[in-house]
């Protein structure tokens, strides 16, 4: 192929693409929050296993269990810690999918429960805190390096009526210092 036809080739090339005007969205673009609401404090255990399939129990402390889930989004699937007492969610960390995009994930949870309360960045990561939301405290986690993308997600009561409570990301926290 000679010089002007290579041109004449990459032009129509150019031009058929600007045409078309292809949108793409993320890939967290159709996912809600709602998937997690199985999950919330209060909630059921048997809903959540009936909604995302049967969970793997990873901890038993008498009539606290501590249950791992798998949520299908896409082609993927991510886990979902969940604690639980007599059959009732007492909290849950969600470790969040690295391709889903941190702007579209913060902002679903702005538009659910409001601003974040208290915001905190350590070098490229960032944690929000949501206080007191309905009795429930909302964190969520996310980290930058070429793109931005959300870390985890946990929810759990304010004040729990459960002597010897622990929310799950506290006791990860404290077995991450060992």
């Known amino acids: ?15 058929a693409s600007s045409i078309l005007h292809a949108k793409v969205d993320p890939p967290n673009y159709d996912f809600s929050l ?13 809903a959540a296993i009936e909604k995302h399939g049967k969970a793997t129990t990873i901890k038993k402390d008498g009539a606290n269990l501590v249950h791992k889930f798998y949520v299908a989004h896409i082609r993927y699937k991510f886990p979902v810690l969940t604690q639980s007492v007599n059959g009732e969610i007492t909290d849950f960390y969600a470790r969040l999918p690295a391709y889903f995009l941190h702007d579209i994930f913060h902002q679903s949870i702005i538009n659910r429960i409001g601003k974040q309360d208290i915001y905190k960045k350590v070098e490229e990561q960032a944690v929000y805190v ?6 429930l405290r909302h964190i969520y986690s996310g980290a930058c390096t070429i793109t931005c993308f959300p870390i985890f997600y946990t929810v759990y009561p304010e004040k729990s009526e459960l002597k010897g409570f622990e929310p799950l990301i506290k006791s990860l926290e404290a077995k ?3």
């Open 1 to 15: 192929m000679n010089y002007f036809s290579r041109m004449l080739i990459s032009s129509l090339i150019l031009l």
């Open 34 to 46: 709602d998937a997690l609401e199985v999950f919330m404090p209060g909630k059921k255990l048997q």
């Open 130 to 135: 949501w206080k007191n939301k309905g009795g």
């Open 176 to 178: 991450s210092h060992k």
